[in-house]
């Protein structure tokens, strides 16, 4: 959920779906204004980080759904991304096959983070306590 800066509160629906192309999760966003309106490709635009637009976000279709207007985080940057963030998160130098020992949800936890830098008027809940 965010709060942009006309005080209208905006919901999303977050799709995490596995790319089997770059075998790293790929996050797919639909915004909703209030009285759950979908919010049109361009307001959604607004909650990215300017960095990430065109780049790493981009307006798609849903796949899994019929004419569902979303934004779609690309998966191609996300393997060296998650790598320097697992590193850092266990605080030293990883190789591949170590970061593969990383528990699944701790994987989901920090790709999570990640997407709060693309996204960063939403606010995600990462405990883990429901687990």
């Known amino acids: 959920m965010i709060n942009n800066s006309s005080s209208t509160l905006r919901k999303y629906d977050l799709y995490i779906t596995y790319s089997t192309s770059y075998r790293v999760p790929k996050l ?4 909703f204004g ?6 049109l490709p361009d307001q959604m635009f607004e ?4 960095d990430y637009k065109d780049k790493t976000a981009t307006i798609e279709t849903l796949p ?6 979303l934004v779609s985080i690309h998966p191609c940057k996300h393997s060296s991304v998650m790598r320097v963030l697992m590193k ?6 990883t190789t591949e ?5 990383v528990r699944v949800d701790h ?5 999570l983070k990640f997407i709060a830098s693309v996204t960063p008027g939403i606010e995600y809940d ?3 306590d429901a687990l």
Do not use: C, K, W
């Open 28 to 31: 797919y966003l639909v915004g």
């Open 34 to 39: 209030s009285g759950g309106i979908p919010l």
């Open 47 to 50: 909650d990215i980080n300017a």
């Open 64 to 69: 899994v759904s019929y004419n569902t207007t």
């Open 88 to 93: 850092h998160a266990q605080g030293r130098e």
């Open 97 to 101: 096959s170590e970061a593969l020992g």
């Open 107 to 111: 994987y989901l936890v920090i790709f």
């Open 126 to 128: 990462y405990t883990m």
